[in-house]
């Protein structure tokens, strides 16, 4: 019976987990979703809001089946001031805009980790539902940190070479 309970409040902490780190996500879209200097970095962050959007509903809805509710533990809470810091400076420079957009990408490789497990651990308790629910989650959730990657590379090249200030320049 204890072993059953271990598992069960194992679950819940992993949905709480990831339910507060996919909120921090979608906060975080929303502000570099206006305030990144790279109008391609801006679209791809604006899809990927919508998708963490609908991913954040999923998670709420199947966490709350475990008694879940996106509680903030140590990690998931250290991410976040991690990620608030970073916003504060965002819009000032180019090279804040980086530091913001790699803790993003952080948070997005986080999740990965958390959709692996709950893969798994749904295809251990045969949840179809939530074994198809993590199968998304972790794909997009890999495709979106994928694409944040490229993007941030691009970023550090104009910041490194100097062309960010031209590349600013140009799209105002």
């Not at 989650?137 to 062309?163: Q, R, Y």
Request: one cysteine or more; aromatic letters at 2%.
């Amino acid at each position: 019976m204890a072993e059953a309970k271990m598992g069960e409040d194992f679950i819940k902490h992993e949905f709480d987990e990831a339910i507060a780190i996919q909120r921090c996500i979608v906060q975080a879209e929303e502000r570099l979703s206006t305030a990144h200097p790279e109008a391609e970095a801006k679209r791809s962050i604006e899809r990927g809001l919508k998708q963490d959007q609908k991913f954040l509903q999923q998670l709420e809805q199947l966490g709350g089946e475990h008694g879940a509710t996106g509680e903030v533990e140590e990690v998931a809470g250290g991410l976040q001031q991690l990620m608030q810091t970073v916003l504060e400076t965002a819009e000032e420079a180019e090279s804040e805009a980086y530091e913001a957009h790699a803790v993003l990408l952080n948070l997005k490789r986080k999740q990965q980790d958390s959709a692996s497990a709950m893969l798994k651990i749904a295809r251990e308790m045969k949840d179809t539902k939530l074994r198809d629910a993590a199968s998304e989650f972790e794909k997009g959730t890999k495709d979106s940190a994928n694409e944040l990657a490229d993007l941030l590379a691009v970023l550090a090249v104009k910041i490194a070479t100097g062309d960010g200030a031209t590349g600013r320049a140009a799209q105002a």
